[in-house]
């Protein structure tokens, strides 16, 4: 009976035991052991906190505000604007320059870089009494310092303004007076963007005076060279169309231009037949001569052709000596300025120019336009006759040469000249044999004698 009662009372125990362990675990209750993980876990988050090593569980709680951190400030800079400094560096206006007459005007813009701009012209304003204007706009620039207004007041042109027409923007205008038409291009390296305004030709330009030989810009005395042949009397001052000659002798300074394998350069070889060449003109044909060096100073290509059209010359000459990968190329040849024919014109022109096939192929873009007043036929036309007088000439005293003739190529020196202009190809710097010619005064007198034979031809066909 006793048994029985504690049995009893052993089950109806348990029945009330076992419901309240149940709620205890739904509720959370700890068995000692999870307890002990719980400290467990609690120690090893403070040692992680010690050595920057989290615990399992703060690494995830650490991975999720990392990303979110990382969520905002990518949305943050996408919000923010870009320095514009940083993002894209402005061009820096350098400079502005001009080369004028009467009838003619150059105003060239100078850049450290290449640039976007566009240009509008504005009639006179009657209402505000202003005068028509012509203005460009240059895109991502800035003007450095020094840069300033010029007065220019040759007729064509009043003035050329500049300024910062807003952050990013430099604004030139041009004032015009009696402009009758204008041509808008671009010259690389350095990139510069000119502008040439034309007018009515005056005739005081080209008026006959005393032949002379003078070099603009002013440089030092033109040099003495070696006698090869005695000095004819000076001729009387030439009567007809052709009065006044610029010759140009191609680079100088610190572009040597083409180099040959004995380290002759082509900046001095073509000085020295530009020397002869200028006196010949004078002493023979009796024509007033400019050179646009005389010394062993570089003259941009945008100069030498402006120095041409200043001066209101009837022709323009540039003297060069040529180069090419193969050292057995030889010859001689003559260009005017036209689209390029071959890649082996481009690539000479890329040469000539100091730039890539790229650029040139940019100019050859804008050719059609710039040539729409140019002397293409009367070029086309002096460069023959100079072509077959030099080879007749040079191929009667030395044997082996070629005649590679007339062609026309993209050349910067001659681009934007009013009068008809070739670029005469001497021979090559990369021929071995015709680089020791070169360098011979005897040679260089030859190459001036045939110029000068071709230009009296031309002159004479114009009878």
């Given at each position: 009976m006793t048994k029985k009662l504690c049995l009893l009372i052993f089950i109806i125990f348990m029945a009330l035991l076992l419901p309240g362990m149940a709620i205890a675990e739904q509720n959370g209750a700890k068995s000692p052991a999870r307890d002990a993980e719980h400290h467990a876990g609690k120690k090893a988050g403070k040692a992680g906190k010690k050595t920057g090593k989290a615990s399992p569980s703060r690494k995830k709680k650490s991975g999720k505000v990392s990303g979110k951190k990382s969520a905002k400030t990518a949305k943050l800079k996408k919000a923010l604007p870009r320095d514009p400094e940083k993002a894209a560096p402005f061009a820096l206006v350098k400079e502005l320059r001009h080369w004028s007459n009467p009838d003619y005007t150059r105003i060239a813009v100078a850049l450290d870089r290449e640039a976007k701009f566009e240009f509008h012209r504005l009639p006179r304003n009657e209402e505000l009494q202003s005068s028509p204007r012509l203005y460009i706009d240059i895109s991502g620039a800035k003007i450095?310092?020094?840069?300033?207004?010029?007065?220019?007041?040759?007729?064509?042109?009043?003035?050329?303004?500049?300024?910062q027409f807003s952050s990013g923007t430099v604004r030139v205008v041009l004032d015009l007076d009696s402009m009758k038409d204008y041509k808008v291009f671009t010259f690389s390296d350095?990139?510069?963007?000119?502008?040439?305004?034309?007018?009515?030709?005056?005739?005081e330009i080209t008026r006959a005076r005393e032949p002379g030989i003078s070099t603009l810009p002013a440089t030092a005395a033109i040099k003495p060279l070696p006698a090869v042949e005695k000095t004819r009397e000076t001729a009387r001052p030439a009567i007809g169309k052709i009065r006044r000659i610029v010759v140009d002798a191609g680079h100088g300074g610190h572009d040597p231009g083409a180099l040959g394998a004995g380290g002759s350069r082509e900046k001095d070889v073509v000085l020295q037949i530009?020397?002869?060449?200028?006196?010949?003109?004078?002493?023979?044909?009796?024509?007033?001569?400019?050179?646009?060096?005389?010394?062993?100073?570089f003259i941009e290509l945008k100069e030498r052709t402006a120095i041409a059209n200043q001066v209101g010359a009837d022709l323009f000459v540039s003297i060069h000596a040529n180069a090419a990968l193969s050292r057995n190329t030889n010859g001689i040849e003559t260009y005017y300025l036209n689209l390029a024919k071959t890649e082996k014109v481009a690539q000479l022109a890329a040469q000539e120019n100091g730039t890539t096939l790229e650029?040139?192929?940019?100019?050859?873009?804008?050719?059609?336009?710039?040539?729409?007043?140019?002397?293409?036929?009367?070029?086309?036309?002096?460069?023959?006759?100079?072509?077959?007088?030099?080879?007749?000439?040079?191929?009667?005293k030395y044997s082996g040469v070629k005649n590679l003739g007339v062609k026309q190529g993209p050349f910067y020196v001659l681009v934007g000249a009013t009068m008809p202009s070739i670029l005469v190809e001497t021979a090559f710097l990369s021929n071995?044999?015709?680089?020791?010619?070169?360098?011979?005064?005897?040679?260089?007198?030859?190459?001036?004698?045939?110029?000068?034979?071709?230009?009296?031809?031309?002159?004479?066909?114009?009878?």
């Open positions: 450095a310092p020094g840069v300033k207004d010029i007065t220019i007041g040759d007729g064509l042109l009043k003035k050329a303004r500049i300024a350095p990139f510069s963007i000119i502008i040439d305004a034309k007018g009515d030709r005056q005739t530009a020397l002869r060449l200028a006196r010949k003109l004078k002493e023979e044909l009796g024509l007033d001569v400019v050179l646009t060096r005389s010394t062993d100073v650029k040139v192929s940019l100019l050859q873009a804008v050719l059609f336009d710039l040539m729409a007043n140019y002397k293409l036929n009367d070029s086309a036309h002096l460069a023959d006759e100079v072509q077959k007088a030099v080879y007749h000439r040079v191929a009667a071995e044999k015709e680089e020791a010619r070169l360098k011979d005064p005897a040679y260089q007198e030859c190459t001036a004698e045939g110029v000068l034979d071709g230009i009296r031809e031309y002159i004479a066909s114009l009878k």
